[in-house]
């Protein structure tokens, strides 16, 4: 069985993720960060969906002490995301970017890929309903893909760790769509930026998740 | 003053490139990491360095379950290194490589830079005297400098942070040179991959070190 490595964060995108590759016949490990998060609820919501997906997965603790981002600073508002004609409008990149994250991610995804010979690594980012991160953009993983062959000895023999992106370019909607096709626990998945008992339903990534299922006019299980 | 993040480890190169950046005229904030490797005892190293530079530094802990390397796992014995007319001979790339270790490094580098507004990282790589890491080539680091310009908030905004390696095509004889020229304690400095109270003077580390010295007839005051 081919392996992968998945970056699980516990939300909507990561677990449709998750079984798309389990669906595609991979052997999922799956890395769960635990990075200072100021959702940090999102973890054991990721655990929970690596075990129903009967997956192996690793949570990996790191510190960003610098900060830098309102995911990791509680001093820093979250902010109220605005939804205009279905689309979540922001000035610019949110507060809620934290800087280089999904370098990061992947950098230990690459690592880990490596060293038990897995030849992709998953990653459920969006750039059509998203908050606008450098991070999630088609043209960042185009050059990462680059980087991965320049960066390890794997690479440099000729063969290659691919990092693949089967979300990237949907909507919201379809995302949903194809997690109830793929049989996705959503009742386990947590996408709020405020770590709170219930989701707040006001933050970007509340309004992006409204979104699709109401697109679909589908009740969220996790927002009951 | 321009801020620069360095990446310093504790050897030659890293406290070498320390050195060359605070000559540049940059502020220094160094980025220390402890990532479980065999010769912890750098990490000591690195920090009475930055303190001599009278240089910020932040230790940062990462752990690399996988492991993949005789750096990073007791069972794997770090290879004898063979000099053949002043070169260090290896079949390919050792197994002291770590899988993704140096974008690991950036990625975290990456993050503190921005967070701080700095807009250059300096890393002690070389791929003249060196044991043949991917992720030490020149190649590797054009990529990188790609990859940060699409990963920041600073990078699609136009802005750069700049991966510089002043030392990548320098001999160890012309690292050593320049340690001594710009006043480098060269005596804090540790290289050996093994971590005895003494280096071991046979892995491809001490290798390349002494054959730095030995060039200019210098004694090393490390290895006395």
């Given at each position: 069985?081919?392996?992968?490595?998945?970056?699980?964060?516990?939300?909507?995108?990561?677990?449709?993720?998750?079984?798309?590759?389990?669906?595609?016949?991979?052997?999922?490990?799956?890395?769960?960060?635990?990075?200072?998060?100021?959702?940090?609820?999102?973890?054991?919501?990721?655990?929970?969906?690596?075990?129903?997906?009967?997956?192996?997965?690793?949570?990996?603790?790191?510190?960003?002490?610098?900060?830098?981002?309102?995911?990791?600073?509680?001093?820093?508002?979250?902010?109220?995301?605005?939804?205009?004609?279905?689309?979540?409008?922001?000035?610019?990149?949110?507060?809620?970017?934290?800087?280089?994250?999904?370098?990061?991610?992947?950098?230990?995804?690459?690592?880990?890929?490596?060293?038990?010979?897995?030849?992709?690594?998953?990653?459920?980012?969006?750039?059509?309903?998203?908050?606008?991160?450098?991070?999630?953009?088609?043209?960042?993983?185009?050059?990462?893909?680059?980087l991965a062959?320049?960066?390890?000895?794997?690479?440099?023999?000729?063969a290659s760790?691919?990092?693949?992106?089967?979300?990237?370019?949907?909507?919201?909607?379809?995302?949903?769509?194809?997690?109830?096709?793929?049989?996705?626990?959503?009742?386990?998945?947590?996408?709020?930026?405020?770590?709170?008992?219930?989701?707040?339903?006001?933050?970007?990534?509340?309004?992006?998740?409204?979104?699709?299922?109401?697109?679909?006019?589908?009740?969220?299980?996790?927002?009951?």
């Amino acid at each position: 069985m081919k392996k992968a490595v998945i970056l699980l964060s516990g939300g909507l995108d990561s677990a449709t993720t998750l079984f798309w590759a389990k669906n595609k016949g991979y052997k999922a490990h799956c890395l769960i960060f635990n990075y200072g998060q100021r959702h940090k609820r999102e973890i054991g919501s990721a655990v929970k969906i690596a075990k129903a997906a009967k997956s192996e997965f690793q949570i990996i603790r790191i510190s960003l002490p610098w900060k830098g981002s309102s995911l990791l600073d509680n001093k820093i508002n979250i902010p109220v995301a605005k939804m205009v004609t279905g689309s979540v409008v922001n000035r610019g990149i949110p507060n809620t970017y934290v800087p280089a994250r999904n370098t990061i991610f992947l950098s230990f995804a690459l690592s880990y890929a490596e060293a038990i010979g897995a030849g992709s690594i998953f990653i459920g980012a969006n750039a059509v309903d998203f908050s606008g991160y450098p991070d999630c953009r088609p043209g960042y993983y185009r050059i990462f893909n680059r980087l991965a062959k320049a960066a390890t000895k794997k690479g440099v023999a000729g063969a290659s760790i691919e990092i693949v992106t089967p979300l990237i370019r949907k909507t919201k909607a379809d995302i949903v769509r194809t997690a109830v096709r793929l049989r996705v626990p959503l009742g386990l998945t947590w996408s709020c930026y405020k770590g709170g008992k219930k989701p707040c339903g006001r933050c970007d990534s509340c309004l992006l998740r409204k979104k699709g299922f109401s697109a679909l006019q589908m009740e969220d299980p996790a927002y009951d």
